[in-house]
């Protein structure tokens, strides 16, 4: 009878920390490791799911997808354990004499804490164990005091952009991350002095439970043997670390918005533009998607968080493929339509004027 238990380390953090950066370091990086992938994803697109396909991670030698990358596109993990969750877990723990680990990749608006009690139902302590919750930072935006817990330190930030009037919630869901976490990947580094990181790590010491370990990393890439094997059995104890949601008996997200929209983007540049002035007028926490630029054989993936936007080329079009831009939007208050019509109608005055 097979007893050992699948360890299972949980990925947290804020929307755009590097979440899926850090994963893919870990994947392509395995060492032999047979890990096992559950990626969940907020809104209509699996967008961070599609970079990791975009790996080669979750595919065989022929490009069709093999059982090791599952999906949840209906909201965050921690809201859906009873219903695609569980089974999910079911699987894995049938073919746990093929599995070394598992990797949950939460989306950046779920709350780990419950993700981490469902481990505790008889059907899954009995397969897995919590190796730890690993959560990761965005270095500049603390340093930038997004999550700041002084009120006037929020109102400073707040009349210095608009965008961040949705600060407090969003703090608390930051802090909640924090409280639940057993390794603190503080991300992004390298564009900090080290003042500003000293501001960080304190800023993150004042939400994280005694001994957690604070790791500096650029790009997510950090050595395994310090993401995996902790053996802290998070299941045991998850109990006992407060979050600001514990007397919740059921929580939801319905302050976020995901909106998805398919436009036409004739420049990558005004696009960028367009998006940014965007966010300065709505309360849009996060962009990601796929843009098809007019003669590119190549896909542009765009990503961004607040007013700070990266864009790359990933692959080349498949042929079965529609080339069309489509972007997920995430945020506060957000109408589909408004942002569809004010930033097609900005990009096709750009185009005008060009």
Known sequence: MQTRKIPATIVTGFLGA????????????????RIAVIVNEFGELGIDGELLKGCGIGCDENGEENGQLFELANGCLCCTVQEEFAPVMEQLAARRDQIDHLVIETSGLALPKPLVQAFQWPA??????????VTVVDAPAVAAGLFAEDPAAVDAQRRADENLDHDSPLAELFEDQLATADLVVVNKTDGLDAAALVGVETTIRAETPAGVKLVHAQHGRLDLGVLLGLERAVEDVIDQRKTHHDEEE??????????????????????????????????????????????AAMRLVVQGVGQRFDSHFDRAWRADEVRATRLVFIGDHLDRDALQSELQSTLSAGASAA
């Open 18 to 33: 590097g979440k899926t950066t850090l994963l893919r370091h870990l994947l392509t990086n395995a060492q032999g490791r």
């Open 124 to 133: 899954l302590r009995n397969a897995f164990t919590v190796d730890a919750v």
């Open 250 to 295: 059921d929580h939801d997200h319905d302050e976020f918005d995901s909106v998805s929209l398919t436009l036409d983007t004739p420049d990558r540049q005004r696009l960028l533009d367009a998006l940014v002035a965007l966010v300065q007028r709505h309360e849009i926490y996060r962009v990601k998607g796929f843009v098809a630029l007019p003669g």
